[in-house]
Every structure is written in C-alpha cells, then in structure tokens.
C-alpha cells in the first residue's frame, strides 16, 4: 500500500526556515516522480515544486524559486523540502505528493498535509 | 504560463442533482487535464487524469470530458460525500497549475 506520512510543520517568523518531511511507504521515492503542493488561507490549490524520478529534473514555481529547495533520501525513503526566508504569504497546508506513473505530474498518491504557518 | 479558470466559483445543488462544473485552459493542453476533489482536512484525491480516465476506485458517476482548451466533470446524482471543492490541474508545461476550484455545496 503506498503511504505518505508528513512532518516538520509549525509556526516560524518572516525570514526563518523550516524542513518539511514526506516519508515514503509501499515504493521507493527514488522510483517516481514527488512533487510538493499547498493551499493558502482563502485560497486553492498551488504547485510548489516537483523532482523527477531519476533526479535531474527540478523544477520551482516562481514564487519558491531560490528560496525552497526539493530533495530526497533514498536510505530514509522520504522526501524534503528546505523552506527557508519564509514570508507571511508561505502560509497553508503543504502536502507531498507521488506521481500516479513513474513520470507524471498527476498527483496520484497525497500526504496528509503540514500546517506551516509564517507569522511575526 | 498556462492559466485555468473554473466556473463557477460555487455551485449549490441537492443530493441527486447533477452537478457540471468546467475548467477552461488559456492555450490547448490536448488531454493533460486531471480533476481532483478537495475537502477541509484531508488530502486531495484524484477524480479523473488526462481528461477523461478515472482513477482506481473512483465510482462511475464521475465523469471527465473535453480536450484542447474546454474540460468538464460531471457528477450524476450527487451523493452527500460528494459535497467538496473540485479542482482541475494541467500536466501539459512546466510550470503545471491548477484552477482556482469550484465548491459543490448543499
């Protein structure tokens, strides 16, 4: 059974960071497409960011770029995400997400979701 | 950048009604549309991927039409569970995005 189990959320200041964790059950994270998405208050749905299966692919939205940073550990079987300047606006839910195929960027399989909120 | 707009915004409807909720895309994305039902405190669950495939488990009564730039789902007779925010969402470029949702509620 594929499983995503999330960590890391919590209440930092504008300008901390924070590490957000996705681990992996039922397959390997090296062995898919993962993707992160939030949901800010009041608003959808936006994708964050997204790393192939193989790894070379890497790709940010424009509002993450530079300041979030997408990884995996295949020895812990989990999936990161390195937030740091965080700003009031970086504020929701995050969830991880696996491709439904190896390479996709259908989101078939989510995390339950972090909470990180961004607040002076 | 592609841009997805879903209309309407809210939809209040019964159980039973059909509900018919569509997603237009600013430039054609062939099938590279998926639907995904959202509610408050869970993960999304994914409806319907490449306009029109539903995903395992997901009941017949969820369907996914359309291709190019005009997509929509459609929910015959709704059932309570099914009151939630639905959401559509491009695979076609990077980077991929999704429609500001649409709420069925009650």
């Known amino acids: 059974e594929v499983r995503l189990v999330q960590s890391g959320g919590g209440l930092v200041k504008p300008g901390e960071s924070l590490r957000l964790s996705c681990a992996a059950s039922g397959f390997g994270v090296l062995g898919y497409d993962m993707s992160w998405v939030r949901q800010t208050p009041g608003k959808g749905l936006e994708w964050v960011s997204s790393?192939?299966?193989?790894?070379?692919?890497?790709y940010y939205s424009q509002s993450v770029r530079g300041r979030f940073t997408i990884s995996r550990d295949s020895a812990r079987n989990t999936l990161f995400l390195h937030m740091r300047s965080l700003r009031v606006e970086d504020t929701g839910v995050y969830y991880c997400?696996?491709?439904?195929?190896?390479?996709?960027?259908?989101?078939?399989?989510w995390g339950q979701g972090t909470l990180v909120a961004v607040s002076s | 950048e592609i841009v997805l707009t879903q209309s309407p915004a809210t939809l209040s409807l019964s159980p039973g009604e059909s509900a018919t909720l569509s997603c237009w895309a600013s430039?054609?994305?062939?099938?590279?549309l998926a639907w995904y039902q959202h509610k408050p405190g869970l993960a999304p669950r994914l409806l319907i991927y490449?306009?029109?495939n539903r995903a395992t488990d997901i009941p017949p009564r969820f369907r996914g039409s359309g291709s190019g730039t005009d997509f929509t789902l459609t929910i015959s007779s709704l059932e309570p569970e099914d009151f939630a925010t639905y959401y559509c969402q491009h695979r076609h470029t990077w980077p991929v995005s999704f429609g500001q949702g649409t709420r069925v509620e009650l």
């Open positions: 430039q054609n994305i062939a099938v590279h």
């Open positions: 997400a696996r491709a439904l195929e190896v390479v996709t960027t259908i989101f078939g399989y």
């Open positions: 490449d306009a029109s």
């Open positions: 790393i192939s299966n193989s790894g070379s692919y890497i």
